[in-house]
């Protein structure tokens, strides 16, 4: 029930007050009151167009949860001159993250309304190879408000604070806060800028940045508890759309729905051929491998 994005994504709704603790002047930053029919929305399973409304409407196939009333877990600022070369020192905890709690949880449900694997979550790392360059980086985004895309390219170095992470993988603008992932799925940094810099190891090539998550990790390890993620991920009912009041099932035979799940893993194989004498079988429509 935990999102984290950038600060600077959800700073119209961020208030920063000044406290004096000990004879020292401190920043704070507080959620603003939103009004009856204001809110922030999430939206889970994007991934085809048309682009959700907002506020949502009926009728989409992505999965709206809206933020809890008291949705700020932890926030820190963005960083002035983020991106330029140099960079502003020293980082004190101008991380540009913002951490909020959703209404209700949504990680040990289905990852689509009418069925099948659990969403799961990426929990921080508290520990990530900064030092190893030209290994490939995944930025998963939705540049634009389009529906979820991603771009590969490769890790460069370490920004001058040491608290961001460059990389060679192309974004837009409407990709802040997206999760940039190791070749291994496991979580590298929280995507934020452009790199504004000409930076001789990219060879040439544009840079863009994310904050480093060990940094987050490190910053967040009293405020979020950690929660591992189920093993089992379990498998519900599929059916060919999201209306839960008119469902389609697809309650096959059991091998057929064991191989659905096993198709689900990284790195396992997609290609299933069923063959037998004419009209022995069924053709399945787009929908079921959008469902697969």
Partial sequence: ????????????YLEVVEKVEEGEVKKVIRQKELGPDEGIFFYFDYLFAPQPKVPPR??????CVKAAKNWLLQARLKLKGDGTDPAPTPVTDEYDYAVIRLERA??????????????????????????????????FQHPGAFEQQFDIGEYIQLDPTSSRVWYTVSTAKGSSGGAAVDSKGKLFALHNAE????????????????????V??????????????????????WSLNDDLEDPQPILGRAAFREMVTQMSAPDAERVVVVSGPPQSGLNFSLKLLRRT
């Fill in 1 to 12: 029930d935990v999102v984290i994005t950038n600060y600077h994504v959800v700073e119209d």
């Fill in 58 to 63: 009926e009728g989409h196939t992505s999965v």
């Fill in 106 to 139: 949504i990680g040990r449900q289905a990852s689509r309304r009418s069925g099948g694997a659990i969403r799961g979550w990426l929990p921080p790392e508290d520990d990530i190879d900064a030092v190893t360059t030209q290994r490939r980086i995944l930025v």
């Fill in 195 to 214: 790199v504004r810099a000409a930076v001789p190891a990219a060879m040439g090539k544009s840079v863009n940045q994310g904050v480093r998550i060990d």
């Fill in 216 to 237: 987050i990790a490190k910053d967040l390890k009293d405020v979020v508890p950690r929660e591992p993620v189920p093993d089992d991920a379990g498998t519900l009912f």
